[in-house]
């Protein structure tokens, strides 16, 4: 007899207990809006585990951008990149710099004059450093070289030149600054143009 009394009372439990499940549901998103319930108390037990006990929070989100060195406190002479490219010039110096300067010395100096032919030395070295490597450099030599010589620069008149003297007596000029951007060019191609334009004349 109790026990048909107590699943009586069961049954007419029931029907309250759904309308106070649908009343919670339905306040649910009311109270979400307002802020008095925290998404944390909602967090599936396998993933509150999946964290560790004590683990600190963190999101699945995509990380900001890093700012860059010199926003961080560091000066640009000290960057990286900027510390690459020094070294790298410093080594293209190094490599140009020698006739670079011989050059300089034979169309600048006394060391000769006007139509004169360069020494067995001089020579050897323009046309294994400069001529080698002009982009027209077999248009310039034609049906053969005989020598190099200094003159006047055929349109400029106050400056002076490199010729190649062909071997039918022909000369034409040659610019050593187009040699050396071509040499820098092959062997340096990935520094090459901000080298060039740092280092030699727009022509």
Not at 21 to 37: C, D, E, M, Q
């Amino acid at each position: 007899m109790a026990s048909s009394a107590a699943a009586l009372l069961l049954m007419r439990g029931a029907p309250l207990r759904a309308r106070v499940l649908r009343a919670t549901a339905a306040a649910l998103p009311r109270r979400f809006a307002s802020g008095l319930v925290s998404t944390d108390e909602f967090v599936s037990p396998p993933a509150a585990a999946s964290a560790g006990e004590g683990a600190p929070a963190t999101s699945g989100g995509p990380k900001g951008p890093v700012a860059p060195l010199y926003m961080q406190g560091v000066p640009w002479e000290e960057q990286p990149e900027y510390r690459r490219w020094k070294d790298k010039e410093e080594e293209i110096l190094k490599d140009i710099e020698p006739i670079r300067i011989l050059t300089k010395e034979i169309l600048h100096s006394d060391r000769y004059g006007d139509g004169e032919r360069l020494s067995a030395e001089d020579e050897k070295e323009v046309i294994e450093k400069l001529l080698t490597y002009h982009p027209h450099s077999e248009d310039k030599i034609g049906c053969g070289l005989d020598s190099i010589m200094v003159d006047r620069h055929p349109q400029f008149g106050n400056s002076r030149c490199l010729f190649v003297v062909r071997t039918d007596g022909g000369w034409i000029d040659f610019s050593y600054q187009k040699c050396l951007r071509a040499y820098v060019k092959r062997k340096y191609p990935s520094h090459a143009e901000k080298f060039i334009r740092e280092h030699f004349k727009r022509s």
